[in-house]
């Protein structure tokens, strides 16, 4: 049985170890057969066409070239080739060895734009967005057009927006009810990705997200309903972007995922495989990938490849407006008060880097070498001469043609793909001369009378602002009783004003300002006091005298404050006091009285209390509603009329003793709200009348706040304590422990008052 066994065991070690060698083996080299251009509308593609499928490791703008795409492909092989130049979006195509297995392909385009890599059975296709310039119309390239035609018209909703950042990446899906056909392009200024996703209604009001990644290419994402109407209604996504980059479109049954990656950096092998539309699945997050290294490695047997250039196709047809970009709704009432500037950026440059080193050569030779790098036709103004003498180490090439111009006092014009160089006083003198073209035939047209009837601003202050734009033939007259202006004006200048008037003739949003004045007082009172006499009398008619020659009859009178003075105490038996103390104010009495059977001896006590105490709270709640930037007034209270004698004329003035509310808003472009505000709550204090008039108790804030819409803020705040004791008392005597309290009364009042002005605006929308 062993012997059966064993060569059984052999063979099967050798199948795996036939099997392990296979496993082992490289993959074998991918063959790019072929490589054409195909220029379409909204994009041009750059189509390879391979014998399997292609792996690409990364795809990035190089850093010293930003006008050039690489493509680093792994285990890659082409022919070699001729260098072919196009005067398109795509100047040339090189290929350059990357490693010891693999090739580098580096695209050089006429301008930087987004890009995108499609992969296919066959063929790998890098899609080039060229920037929109100039279109008079909506336009649907053929190849999204054919896949409208091909399938129905649906009903799709776009319910919401997912952002997901990751470390190398961004992803933005937008969640469908079901598979849609999208159409993508770019605009400039600022640049931007413009994602069209037809069949689509938007479930959800348009916003804006802001993405607040300084690593990402992406600074918001926008999102309204462009077109309801019509054959197919389309809903927008833009996305302003810091610079064009490379992104990926991933459409599924459940949605549609646009990721962005870094320009300078490794984006995924497989950035976009078409397939079928997949089951609903949550958005994935964004692939984290190591950043690449921005360099260029040695040309080592650099090769090129011919570029094919197939023919367009045919013109797609107009099928819908001009196409206008949807303003979000949501952000409408934040962007109504953000400034309308034009502010003109810094010149950027974005030519290929070059090197030079030259001494003392001739202008128009220099010249001439930066135009041929740059593929341009040169023309020279016959006053152009002069010599260079220059050392440039990686420069873009129009900023070393702008140093090199400025030195010799030259400047430049572009018309296409024309450079002219002349003297900056000859182009001065041609731009004011044509200047002064353009205003002659401006001038020279017919002039044009409009009447242009206005709705929030008054026609004086309109006329005002647009006087100093009007030409010498135009005139502006008002009509104050209709609010309307009459305008002729040559048609240039009339476009331009009823474009100003439009800006300016807008409605001033209200403001709504509630404030709360809230005054909250307590009060405490106790009194204490003591009134006491007595009367002793010692004679013989009561048969106690005192048996001495001197003194043999004694009276002593301690009732000697008789009772018509004490008022503010109570009476006793003696009719007076000797010690007279009563409480200040007293709601509580006692009298006691002493006496023997003859009354010979008296004595009369009587203690006053007081104790009592208070709470008030009195609350004001002004409210007004002014525009913006505009004051408001309100008032609530009394006059009091005050009477002055001079030169035997008496004058009457009044006096406000009322709640008064002043405030100034202005919105700003955040929404918030910057207020002025005057609060005044005088009140007249009728129980201190002097000469018969009222003194004013004054409360009063000045002051200038900001608070967020609809929130609450307080202005100010007052808080009065008054704590005060009075004491009443016979000299020395009530400093006899225990019985001095009989010899002085006490009286203690606090008081306690509050007050708080509380502010809310609101922009009544």
């Known amino acids: 049985m062993n012997k059966r066994i064993l060569p059984a065991a052999i063979a099967g070690l050798c199948v795996l170890g036939l099997a392990a060698l296979v496993a082992q083996a490289p993959a074998p080299a991918v063959h790019i057969s072929k490589i054409q251009v195909q220029p379409g509308t909204l994009s041009t593609k750059l189509i390879m066409e391979t014998d399997g499928p292609l792996a690409v490791a990364r795809a990035y703008y190089l850093a010293e070239s ?30 350059e060895k990357s490693g010891t297995a693999g090739i580098r392909m580096l695209v050089r385009l006429s301008e930087r734009v987004p890009a995108r890599i499609v992969k296919g059975p066959g063929r790998t296709v890098v899609e080039l967005n060229a920037i929109q310039r100039g279109q008079s119309g909506y336009t649907v390239d053929a190849a999204t057009q054919a896949e409208l035609d091909a399938r129905a018209k649906s009903d799709i909703r776009l319910n919401r927006i997912e952002t997901a950042a990751g470390a190398e990446s961004l992803a933005v899906r937008a969640a469908l009810t079901g598979p849609a056909v999208t ?16 069949d689509t209604l938007l479930a959800a009001k348009s916003d804006v997200w802001p993405i607040d990644d300084p690593r990402s290419t992406v600074q918001r994402v926008r999102v309204a309903q462009f077109q309801s109407s019509g054959p197919r209604p389309i809903t927008r996504m833009v996305f302003d972007l810091k610079e064009p980059g490379l992104y990926a479109l991933d459409s599924r049954s459940d949605g549609l995922v646009v990721s962005f990656f870094p320009s ?29 290294p921005v360099r260029t ?31 979000a709704a949501a952000a409408a009432q934040q962007e109504k008060f953000k400034p309308k500037t034009i502010v003109g950026d810094e010149e950027k440059y974005s030519g290929d880097v070059i090197s030079m080193k030259i001494k003392d050569s001739d202008l128009r030779d220099v010249i001439l070498y930066l135009a041929d790098i740059a593929t341009l036709n040169v023309v020279f103004d016959p006053e152009v001469r002069g010599t260079v003498t220059v050392n440039l180490q990686l420069v873009p090439w129009d ?33 004011e001369e044509q200047r002064r073209l353009n205003e002659s035939k401006e001038l020279a047209g017919p002039v044009i009378v409009r009447t242009i009837a206005l709705s929030y601003s008054k026609a004086t202050d309109v006329a005002t602002l647009l006087k100093s734009k009007i030409s010498a033939r135009g005139e502006i007259i008002v009509d104050q009783r209709t609010n309307t202006l009459l305008i002729s004006e040559v048609r240039d200048k009339l476009e331009l004003l009823e474009k100003l008037i439009a800006v300016v003739d807008t409605p001033t949003p209200q403001v709504s300002i509630e404030a709360r004045v809230v005054e909250a007082s307590t009060t405490f009172v106790r009194n204490l006091g003591v009134q006491w006499g007595f009367r002793a009398i010692a004679d013989q008619f009561y048969g106690n005298a005192t048996n001495l020659q001197f003194p043999n009859s004694v009276l002593v009178d301690g009732a000697m404050i008789p009772q018509g003075i004490v008022t503010k105490g109570i009476g006793g038996p003696l009719g007076g006091y000797a010690v007279n103390l009563p409480a200040p104010a007293f709601n509580t009495a006692l009298g006691v009285s002493f006496a023997n059977v003859l009354d010979t001896f008296r004595v009369d006590v009587a203690l006053s209390a007081l104790e009592s105490g208070g709470e008030g709270k009195i609350i004001s709640r002004p409210s007004i509603v002014t525009q913006n930037n505009q004051e408001a007034e309100i008032i609530q209270g009394r006059q009091i009329p005050v009477q002055t004698v001079a030169n035997f004329t008496v004058t009457t003035r009044y006096i406000n003793a009322a709640l008064e509310l002043r405030a100034t808003p202005q919105i700003t472009a ?25 003194p004013i108790t004054m409360q009063s804030a000045r002051t200038t706040v900001m608070v967020p819409d609809g929130g609450t803020t307080v202005i100010g705040g007052i808080y009065r304590t008054e704590d005060s004791v009075t004491r009443e008392r016979v000299p020395f005597l009530h400093q ?3 019985l001095g309290s009989a010899f002085k009364n006490f009286a203690r009042t606090k008081q306690s008052r509050e007050l708080l002005i509380f502010i809310t605006p609101r922009i009544i929308k």
């Open 66 to 95: 930003p006008r050039t795409l690489a493509l680093d492909l792994p285990g890659a092989s082409t022919s070699a080739a001729p260098v072919a130049a196009s005067s398109g979006l795509v100047r040339d195509v090189q290929i």
């Open 183 to 198: 159409q993508v392009f770019a605009l400039e200024n600022p640049p931007r990705l413009v994602v069209d996703i037809f």
């Open 736 to 738: 006899i422990p225990i």
């Open 297 to 327: 490695e040695p040309k080592a047997e650099a090769k090129t490849v011919p570029v094919e250039t197939v023919c367009p196709p045919t013109p797609a047809r107009e099928t819908a407006p001009p196409a206008q970009e949807a303003q």
């Open 264 to 292: 300078v950096a490794v984006a995924p092998a497989t950035l976009v495989q078409p397939a079928p539309p997949a089951a609903s699945a949550p958005l994935p997050a964004p692939a984290k990938s190591e950043p690449a």
């Open 670 to 694: 955040e929404g918030t709200i910057i207020m002025m505000i005057d609060i005044k709550n005088n009140a007249a204090d009728f129980a201190n009348l002097v000469n018969g008039i009222p």
């Open 399 to 431: 900023q070393a043609l702008d140093i090199i111009l400025k030195q010799n006092k030259m400047g430049k014009t572009i018309e296409g793909n024309i450079l002219r160089i002349a003297p900056i006083a000859v182009l001065t003198r041609e731009e």
